[in-house]
Each structure stands twice: as structure tokens, then as C-alpha cells.
Nanobody, 115 residues
Framework: QVQLVESGGGLVQPGGSLRLSCVGS????????MGWYRQAPGKERELVAG???????NYADSVKGRFTISRDNAKNTVYLQMNSLKFEDTAVYYCNVKVLGIHYWGQGTQVTVSS
């Protein structure tokens, strides 16, 4: 069983930065594709950024150039560095790990961008 715990969310002003972290249990992280999703009120959950086991990354168009995903397999951790935050980035952010075709989700961390 894989368990994921996110941290790093909070309240930030527009233009500010936050770094989200997701630490997982288990020994499968080195072969897993990892990602961050978000869900704003009244909207569907969407992929924000993903990173493969080989380190290839992809981003939603709305966050390209502002967000950076990275991983540390030795620490079973995936990060999301968020810069130049905008009001529309407000959402609950979820960590996702996909391994052997199975998705695992964290509990979510709230990010609120407000002045």
C-alpha cells in the first residue's frame, strides 16, 4: 500500500511563491510516474505537472514557466515549486503516483492566492 502526504500549502499573495512537497511510503517511487493535480471549487481536477521515472516533465499550459516539478527518489518525495502565483492558481493540490497502472492519491493541500 502506498501512502502519500502533502505539505507546503497555504495563503500567499499574488506574485508570491510556495513549494509543495509530497512524501510517500513504499519502495516503488523510483519506477513511478509522479504528478501534481489541482481542483478548484466547481471545477474538475486537472493535471498541473508530471514527471516520469526518467525525469521527463510536462506541464499544463497555464503554469508553464511558473511552476517546476522535481523528484528525489532517495527521499520518496516529489516537489512542486510554484512561482508568480495568480488568483486562478487557488485550489486544492493533490499529489499523484502512478505505478504499474495504479494511481495513488494524497489527501490534498490547500493553496490560496489572495491579496
Amino acid at each position: 500500500q502506498v501512502q502519500l502526504v502533502e505539505s507546503g500549502g497555504g495563503l500567499v499573495q499574488p506574485g508570491g511563491s510556495l513549494r509543495l512537497s509530497c512524501v510517500g511510503s513504499g519502495k516503488i517511487f523510483s519506477i513511478a510516474t509522479m504528478g501534481w493535480y489541482r481542483q478548484a471549487p466547481g471545477k474538475e481536477r486537472e493535471l498541473v505537472a508530471g514527471i516520469t521515472s526518467g525525469g521527463s516533465t510536462n506541464y499544463a499550459d497555464s503554469v508553464k514557466g511558473r511552476f517546476t516539478i522535481s523528484r528525489d527518489n532517495a527521499k520518496n518525495t516529489v516537489y512542486l515549486q510554484m512561482n508568480s502565483l495568480k488568483f486562478e492558481d487557488t485550489a486544492v493540490y493533490y499529489c499523484n503516483v502512478k505505478v504499474l497502472g495504479i494511481h495513488y492519491w494524497g489527501q490534498g493541500t490547500q493553496v490560496t492566492v489572495s491579496s
